[in-house]
């Protein structure tokens, strides 16, 4: 259960540095292999992908770090972590460079539903939402 536990929590650090990595060069691509197809989470990132291409917006400075806080086996192809998720001030910005506005720093407590359809060989984030 440690080694799966470790797997999952290195896992879900790849899949938020892959979501990062796709926002900050707009790419909607690199999404589709880190959740499943019913996850909202893909649909959301590709909908805000192509708004940021549409409308000439970059973000820069997207990093996000995880403070895992818990571990759960709901069965041996679905897990929950609870986490700590916090993210640093993102610049948003013109295509040229200049500044829309500043994003302030957030953390936020969120619940991960990590998941293995029969499928894929690689865990997939299924759903993600915050909580107090």
């Given amino acids: 259960t440690i080694d799966v536990q470790t797997e999952l929590i290195a896992r879900l650090r790849e899949i938020l540095e892959v979501r990062d990595r796709a926002l900050s060069v ?8 880190i959740y ?6 893909l649909k959301d990132g590709r909908a805000l ?3 940021l291409r549409k409308d000439a917006v970059v973000w820069k400075g997207v990093r996000t770090s995880l403070a895992v806080r818990d571990v759960e086996e709901v069965n041996d192809r679905l897990w929950i972590i609870i986490a700590d998720v ?3 001030s993102v610049r948003i910005e013109t295509e040229s460079g200049r500044l829309i506005r500043v994003v302030p720093p957030e953390r936020n407590r969120v619940r991960f539903a990590l ?4 499928s894929e060989t690689e865990w997939l ?8």
């Fill in 26 to 33: 707009r790419d909607p691509g690199l999404l589709s292999d």
């Fill in 36 to 41: 499943t197809t019913d996850c909202n989470c």
């Fill in 49 to 51: 992908i192509a708004t």
């Fill in 86 to 88: 916090t993210t640093p």
């Fill in 115 to 118: 998941a293995k359809p029969v």
């Fill in 125 to 132: 984030l299924g759903h993600a939402s915050t909580f107090d």
